[in-house]
């Protein structure tokens, strides 16, 4: 290549790499006499005066940070190169790689992984103190050094770039990686210090399990995920890594702002929390080149007490734990609580039984609700879907046996099926999933059965489901207090 000189000052030596911005290169700076590292702004940016403006004012900004985690910012100027503009950045120049390389190799051990996010974390908390929100954290900005040291690039440069495109396309486009955009960013809203929390939390998913937290086939489908669906815990891709870790992932990844960690350091506590927690054969030994993580994680002799003990109480607590909150899946149960008194009241199923477990099912459907809204759901439904499918029975009784209804039944019963399945899978808003499931359920035994048998399968039915999903409502809960100070993901729903 040959030598360009930039300013009078900046000497270009050697490509380092190319990113959606410009080049980056390996400088001497003459005047200082120091190696570092020059980033050039490609034509198209350059063309945008408001851009140059905003970029120069950004950089001014990111200067301002003086932090070991932080790729300072020197300087910022522009020069003319064949007639054109060429802006450009002046910074630290860091020696080592990215992690989107150390991804690549594929040789970062969780211990590693969970050292360098903590020192972004460290950094973070150092920009967002300055007011600083960096926008745009993925493998490809933060670089490793030989020693161990994460540095984080590019601050102050997603900003610049994302006010661009709001000012091209008049909405708050998303500017950075879709694997990593926050919610907030997608929908072009406000941003703020944990949008980048919640960038962390899936550098960390990506560092740990080798693949970003969502995945597909479009930047669009991923994007929707981001929006929508609950992220697979990281344990399940890496077995054997420590609850903690897991739990302090999906609360940095929850969807809206006020249910991620409320700064950088609380995230680095519960992070650095986690991995002393860890035992030492889950978190696989640290390679020789990451000598700090080793220095910064405690001998397993040194775990706090209390924290041993918490785990104990802290799991007990989380069973009993009230989560009421008004959803509307709260009130289908609530609902469902209301019509199956009411049943109890009226005269629709004349058996010994019924009114008394239609009355227990309207009044353990209040009490479950505090408790779980799906749960609720399905006990105070039963009744009322029973009563229904009764009460349609007397209409039926005077049709008999016809071939249209056998197949009506045989339908709702398939339906019924599905219904129970989704209900049982989606821990999110099963509740109306199983409330159809009685429905189609009864009505479809109510096609093939007799009254007497009805009622017998009824039971053995609201046994069976209340018993299926109430162990695994237990199992998840016991699953979330192992990381007791982190909640479980969106409680009121289960
Ligand atoms: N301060 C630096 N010191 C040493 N190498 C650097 C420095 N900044 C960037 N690099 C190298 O240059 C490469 C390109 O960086 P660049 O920021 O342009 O691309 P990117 O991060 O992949 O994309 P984006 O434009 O979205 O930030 C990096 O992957 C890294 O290898
Ligand atoms: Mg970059």
Not at 41 to 46: D, G, H, I, P, V
Not at 292 to 301: G, S, V
Not at 344 to 359: G, K, N, Q, V
Request: charged share 20%; glycine share 8%.
């Amino acid at each position: 290549m040959e030598h360009r000189t930039l300013g009078q000052r900046y000497e270009l030596v050697e490509q380092l790499g190319q990113g959606g911005m410009g080049t980056v290169y390996r400088a001497v700076d003459h005047r200082l006499r120091r190696t570092v590292a020059v980033k050039t702004l490609s034509a198209e940016l350059a063309l945008q005066q408001q851009f140059l403006a905003r970029f120069q004012r950004e950089a001014h900004a990111a200067a301002a940070l003086n932090h070991p985690g932080v790729a300072t910012v020197y300087d910022v100027g522009e020069d003319v190169v064949d007639g054109c503009a060429v802006p450009y950045l002046v910074m630290e120049y860091v020696e080592g790689r990215t992690l989107a390389q150390a991804l690549g190799d594929g040789t970062l051990s969780a211990e590693q992984a969970v050292d360098a996010a903590g020192q972004v974390l460290e950094a973070l908390r150092h920009s967002h103190g300055h007011g600083i929100v960096h926008r745009d954290i993925k493998p490809a900005n933060v670089m490793l050094t030989r020693a161990g040291t994460a540095k984080v690039l590019d601050f102050g440069i997603a900003k610049a770039l994302s006010e661009l495109a709001t000012r091209l396309t008049g909405t708050g486009v998303a500017v950075g990686t879709p694997a990593y955009l926050a919610p907030e960013q997608i929908e072009g809203r406000d941003t703020d210090h944990r949008t980048d929390l919640y960038a962390v939390g899936c550098l960390l998913y990506e560092l740990l399990t080798d693949r970003p937290p969502y995945t597909g086939e479009s930047p669009f489908s991923v994007m929707h995920q981001h929006l929508v669906r609950e992220p697979v815990p990281p344990s399940r891709l890496r077995p054997g890594l420590p609850p903690g870790v897991d739990a302090v992932v999906l609360r940095a990844l929850r969807k809206r702002r006020e249910d991620r960690f409320a700064d950088a350091a609380e995230m680095k506590a519960e992070l650095d929390r986690a991995a002393r927690m860890s035992t030492a054969p889950t978190m696989p030994a640290p390679a020789a080149a990451a000598p700090r993580a080793q220095a910064d994680r405690p001998e397993p002799a040194e775990t706090p007490r209390h924290d041993r003990a918490v785990t104990g109480s802290d799991r007990i607590r989380s069973l009993g734990r009230v989560v009421f909150r008004p959803t509307p899946e709260g009130m289908v149960a609530l609902l469902g609580s209301a019509l199956a008194v009411v049943v109890s009241r009226s005269e629709m199923i004349d058996t010994e039984h019924f009114p008394l477990a239609a009355l227990l099912g309207g009044l353990a459907g209040c009490v479950l609700l505090l408790w779980s809204a799906r749960l609720a759901c399905a006990v105070a439904w039963a009744p009322v879907a029973e009563a229904v499918a009764v009460w349609s029975g007397f209409s039926r009784a005077e049709l008999g046996w016809e071939t249209r209804y056998v197949v009506i039944a045989l339908l709702l019963g398939l339906v019924a099926g599905l219904c129970l399945t989704a209900g049982y899978q989606d821990g999110r808003s099963g509740g109306f999933a199983l409330v159809a499931f009685w429905f189609t359920g009864l009505t479809s035994v109510w096609y093939f059965l007799d009254d007497l048998h009805k009622i017998g399968v009824f039971y053995v039915l609201l046994l069976g489901v209340c018993l299926a999903l109430g162990t695994q409502t237990l199992k998840t809960r016991l699953a979330d207090s192992r990381g007791p100070a982190v909640p479980a993901p969106d409680p009121a729903a289960r």
